[in-house]
């Protein structure tokens, strides 16, 4: 691969700036002639009012930027390779698109700051190396360079892997923040728009799993539509919204793809799943409420779903020395379970870190986490006895 070092005015840069949030391929740049969004880029994520601000005080304090990236798509047209966060920030406070405080503290515009800082913004060389290469060439540096920085999540590499118009229709439709859908998506799925956490989301769905993302991809890179992704991505919450009626915070980013395969085809009484998750949502010796959804799904079988509050070590210990000192009296295991079988382990008094403290009565049966429910039993029954 190629490189030429040039310098650029930001006012060259930011020419013929065009910011559109809602464009799939993004922003323009010295008169159209430069990409500053191509397709495998992420999205811009400098819109907080700290980095974007930051980004416009350096070149006041006239602090070097560091080095740019260009790639060199044909003789006329170029497009950022590295350094997207930065000149969309340059244009954006061009346009006036945020604000940044002067030295009296007062938030000012660019169209609202004197001539002489104007000067200073628009004068302002940037060091930019002009790429050329190969596709492939050119995405693996991508990848290199992107090391420094905000680091590209998997789903950004992904992206840049395999651009194409499937990467770019699925980003216009899960990664836009202005889709109307995302409100309804954001009770289910966790994450950030702009980060491709969505758009992630509905892959590995369809994909049947995160790890699967890759092949899919590939797979499609050329395709024309997103309608599969689309689709699985809508049935998939569509069932879940229509099973569980009442949206609880912690629905947010549980596995619902895996839960749709798992039991989409079962039949459930919406009435009485609800009237059961309210009874489990209240349930003092629930510690992880996100498993209620999957307990229920189940048929309320894996308590370990809902890591149902456990036995305190003064309990445990009280019911340990107790129930030892009795099996000695009677010559039986301290394991109850042990005592009444046929096993080697019969008699076998058990150290107390090779035990496990159990509900006598099971919690799912309403059984309470006190002393007087409170019994030890050797790791290997414990681990068998299943419903506790």
Request: hydrophobic share 35%; charged share 25%.
């Amino acid at each position: 691969m190629k490189s030429i070092l040039r310098q650029y005015r930001i006012e060259e840069i930011c020419e013929g700036f065009v910011y559109n949030e809602l464009e799939a391929k993004g922003l323009f740049g010295l008169s159209g002639r430069l990409t500053i969004q191509p397709e495998y880029q992420r999205s811009y994520i400098y819109a907080d009012g700290k980095r974007d601000v930051a980004v416009i005080n350096s070149i006041l304090s006239h602090y070097p930027l560091g080095l740019i990236y260009f790639n060199k798509v044909d003789e006329n047209n170029l497009e950022v390779l590295d350094g997207q966060q930065r000149i969309t920030s340059f244009g954006r406070f061009i346009k006036d698109k945020f604000a940044i405080k002067d030295r009296n503290g007062l938030e000012q515009n660019f169209s609202s700051l004197p001539q002489d800082m104007k000067d200073i913004i628009l004068n302002t060389e940037i060091l930019v190396y002009e790429c050329e290469g190969t596709e492939t060439e050119i995405k693996q540096w991508f990848k290199t360079i992107n090391l420094q920085g905000i680091p590209l999540n998997n789903q950004e590499l992904l992206n840049a892997i395999y651009s194409g118009p499937f990467v770019t229709l699925g980003k216009a439709e899960f990664s836009n923040s202005q889709n109307s859908n995302i409100q309804k998506w954001s009770a289910y799925v966790k994450g950030s728009v702009i980060r491709q956490d969505y758009w992630e989301r509905a892959l590995e769905w369809v994909a049947k799993g995160k790890n699967n993302i890759d092949n899919y991809m590939s797979r499609h890179r050329r395709d024309a539509n997103i309608n599969e992704v689309r689709s699985y991505f809508e049935s998939v919450l569509d069932w879940a919204s229509a099973t569980f009626v009442e949206v609880e915070k912690e629905m947010c980013g549980l596995e619902w793809g895996r839960l749709y395969e798992s039991y989409h085809q079962n039949r459930y009484n919406v009435a009485e799943l609800s009237t059961k998750i309210h009874e489990l949502y209240s349930d003092g010796y629930v510690k992880n409420r996100k498993g209620i959804w999957e307990f229920v799904l189940g048929g309320e079988i894996d308590t370990k779903l809902l890591e149902v509050r456990v036995f305190d070590e003064p309990t445990k210990k009280a019911t340990y020395a107790k129930s030892t000192e009795d099996a000695k009296k009677r010559s039986q295991s301290n394991c109850s379970l042990c005592a009444v079988g046929l096993g080697p382990n019969k008699l076998k008094i058990w150290k107390y870190d090779e035990m496990e403290a159990d509900h006598i009565l099971a919690w799912s049966k309403k059984g309470a986490t006190t002393s007087s429910n409170c019994q030890m039993l050797c790791i290997t029954h414990n681990k068998s006895k299943g419903n506790s």
